[in-house]
């Protein structure tokens, strides 16, 4: 079974700031993909990224990018030039191959300090 | 937006009642899946549909159940509501190829069990 772990449960940067949040994850599988998910306070859940495990380059969505390392099954979202609706909870999220079913990480809470 | 909407918003029900969730999904999209969010936590996967048929469900016990429509829509039924119930219900829907489909959620239920 999959397990998606973050290990930062809250984060906060100053606006205009570069910050990066944690993702670690266990598969045996081979050929997977990986998703950051940002969840505001209005609760819906909204696709940051995406990455697939066979891809070396990183996926990058304007002001969003991944350090995926496929080796050591980490999985990091870094923000550059953060701004205030960046304020979100921040889930970790790995699909079960076949049914797509997501594993969630825990989650990180960050805020952007104005 | 993500084009999936989900009804009601909010919900307040008694123990031992029953509830009826709903979910819209995308245009052309054909496989829904319901997610438990606690408050607090990472969702946590019910089910999946995929035309109308189960396709996969997590540890949840069978008072959780759910219908697809032919038009894509789906309904979560929950009987016996129990005070852990109590949390935010979020659908995603996606169209269902090669199997490696990026889920799309809704604004979620809250769910309030007294």
């Known amino acids: 079974a999959q397990t998606v772990t973050q290990s930062q449960p809250e984060m906060s940067v100053q606006e205009a700031e570069t910050v990066t949040l944690s993702c670690t994850y266990d598969?045996?599988?081979?050929?997977?993909?990986l998703f950051w998910y940002k969840q505001p306070p209005s609760r819906q859940m909204i696709l940051v990224i995406r990455q697939e495990a066979y891809k070396q380059q990183n996926a990058t969505e304007n002001r969003f990018s991944v350090n995926f390392q496929k080796a050591a099954k980490s999985f990091s979202l870094k923000i550059s030039d953060s701004q205030l609706g960046d304020t979100a909870m921040y889930f970790c999220a790995f699909p079960n191959f076949g049914n797509e079913k997501l594993t969630f990480g825990t989650g990180t809470r960050l805020t952007i300090i104005p | 937006e993500t084009g999936v909407t989900q009804s009601p918003t909010h919900l307040i029900k008694t123990r031992g009642q029953q509830v009826t969730l709903r979910c819209s999904s995308q245009?052309?999209?054909?496989?829904v899946s319901w997610y438990q969010q606690a408050l607090g936590q990472g969702p946590q996967f019910i089910f999946q549909?995929?035309?109308?048929?189960?396709?996969g469900r997590g540890n949840f016990p069978p008072r959780f159940s759910g219908l697809q429509f032919p038009n894509y829509s789906s309904e979560l039924n929950v009987n016996a509501l129990e005070l852990d119930d109590s949390a935010l219900y979020l659908c995603?829907?996606?169209?269902?190829?090669?199997?490696?489909?990026?889920?799309?959620f809704g604004p979620g239920t809250r769910l309030l069990v007294l």
């Open positions: 598969t045996s599988e081979n050929n997977y993909y």
């Open positions: 245009s052309g999209h054909n496989t």
């Open positions: 549909y995929y035309r109308e048929e189960e396709n």
């Open positions: 995603a829907s996606s169209r269902r190829t090669s199997g490696k489909e990026t889920q799309y």
